[in-house]
């Protein structure tokens, strides 16, 4: 495996693959980030991983800078997993001037949910996800169902942009007690990691509800918002929307269970958590 740190040298590594799989990562990895490069390895004849703390998607007051670096630990582990190429630039290599030219997602998509409660958070996302799509050309690139919004986002992106670039999802992967696995974990105290899990499990009650043809959707979600913020969680959301567009159902969607999907975000002491559950 090689590190790269300057896009000159990337573009040089790669002119020999036709057809490169690319993982995009911020770092900090955990097994659900090695489990997308393992998808993404037999995708292509290359497989590249990117490490960037992308400055574009946090707002002022969230933890750009306290965000863990671990770019040593990371090599290692993708190096275990056969990773072929870790492109690891600085901040100066992918951004050399202020970043003026920026993706604007439609608004129907990117200023609900996740787009609501973190303004701009999506162009951010689109603005370096095009930008490293053009520097490593993949044919393949890979990300994780946990951020449910962000890759369907990125791969209606691609379509309307008419890249040549096969958008693939991998699944949550979860820890035994069924806590979503998420960089942002590292945060938790002992006490605040034993609570975490609820969130998966009132995610788990919804779609329980739904299944057993539960229509009231406002009932759902409240109770949901009322069961975390009664165990000291700040709920941002608890809501069940479309799987195809994240709009809220119509009363024929929920004929349907299968068309739907429930996503929440919550914050835990100074731990902010998001997760989904497709019904």
Same mark, same amino acid.
């Given at each position: 495996?090689?590190?790269?740190?300057t896009?000159?040298?990337?573009?040089?590594?790669?002119?020999?693959f036709?057809s490169?799989?690319?993982?995009?990562?911020?770092?900090n990895?955990?097994?659900?980030?090695?489990?997308?490069?393992?998808?993404?390895?037999?995708?292509?004849?290359?497989?590249?991983?990117?490490?960037f703390?992308?400055?574009?998607?946090?707002?002022p007051?969230?933890?750009?800078?306290?965000?863990p670096?671990?770019?040593?630990?990371?090599?290692?582990?993708?190096?275990?997993?056969?990773?072929?190429?870790?492109? !690891?630039p600085? /901040? $100066?290599?992918?951004?050399?001037?202020?970043? =003026?030219?920026?993706? %604007? @997602?439609?608004?129907?998509?990117?200023?609900i949910?996740?787009?609501?409660?973190?303004?701009?958070?999506?162009?951010?996302?689109?603005?370096?996800?095009?930008?490293l799509?053009?520097i490593v050309?993949?044919?393949h690139?890979?990300?994780?169902?946990?951020?449910?919004q962000q890759?369907?986002i990125?791969?209606?992106?691609?379509?309307?942009?008419?890249?040549?670039?096969?958008?693939?999802?991998?699944?949550?992967?979860?820890a035994p007690?069924?806590?979503?696995?998420?960089?942002?974990?590292?945060?938790?105290?002992?006490?605040?990691?034993?609570?975490?899990?609820?969130?998966?499990?009132?995610?788990?009650?919804?779609?329980?509800?739904?299944?057993?043809?539960?229509?009231?959707? !406002?009932?759902? /979600? $409240?109770?949901?918002?009322?069961?975390?913020? =009664?165990?000291?969680? %700040? @709920?941002?959301?608890?809501?069940v929307r479309?799987?195809?567009?994240?709009?809220?159902?119509?009363?024929?969607?929920?004929?349907?269970?299968?068309r739907?999907?429930?996503?929440?975000?919550?914050?835990?002491?100074?731990?902010?958590?998001?997760?989904?559950?497709?019904?």
């Open positions: 495996m090689k590190l790269i740190h896009i000159a040298e990337l573009r040089a590594e790669l002119a020999r036709q490169p799989a690319f993982v995009p990562t911020m770092g990895l955990h097994d659900g980030h090695l489990a997308l490069v393992q998808q993404a390895r037999p995708l292509g004849d290359v497989t590249v991983a990117s490490i703390v992308n400055r574009l998607q946090f707002l007051h969230e933890d750009f800078d306290t965000y670096r671990t770019l040593q630990a990371d090599c290692d582990k993708l190096q275990a997993v056969g990773c072929d190429l870790v492109f !690891a600085s /901040e $100066q290599e992918l951004y050399p001037q202020p970043q =003026g030219y920026k993706v %604007q @997602p439609p608004a129907e998509l990117a200023d949910l996740e787009g609501h409660f973190r303004p701009g958070f999506f162009t951010g996302v689109c603005t370096v996800v095009l930008k799509f053009h050309q993949p044919r690139a890979v990300f994780g169902a946990k951020d449910y890759q369907m990125i791969r209606r992106m691609v379509e309307q942009l008419a890249l040549p670039i096969t958008i693939h999802t991998g699944p949550t992967l979860r007690d069924g806590l979503a696995l998420s960089s942002r974990n590292g945060y938790l105290s002992p006490d605040e990691r034993a609570e975490a899990v609820q969130l998966s499990r009132t995610l788990q009650s919804m779609v329980a509800l739904l299944r057993a043809g539960e229509r009231n959707v !406002a009932a759902i /979600e $409240q109770h949901a918002l009322h069961t975390l913020a =009664g165990r000291g969680w %700040q @709920p941002d959301y608890m809501t479309r799987r195809h567009d994240l709009q809220p159902p119509q009363p024929e969607d929920l004929l349907h269970p299968d739907l999907v429930v996503l929440g975000a919550a914050r835990l002491g100074r731990t902010r958590l998001i997760d989904n559950l497709e019904v």
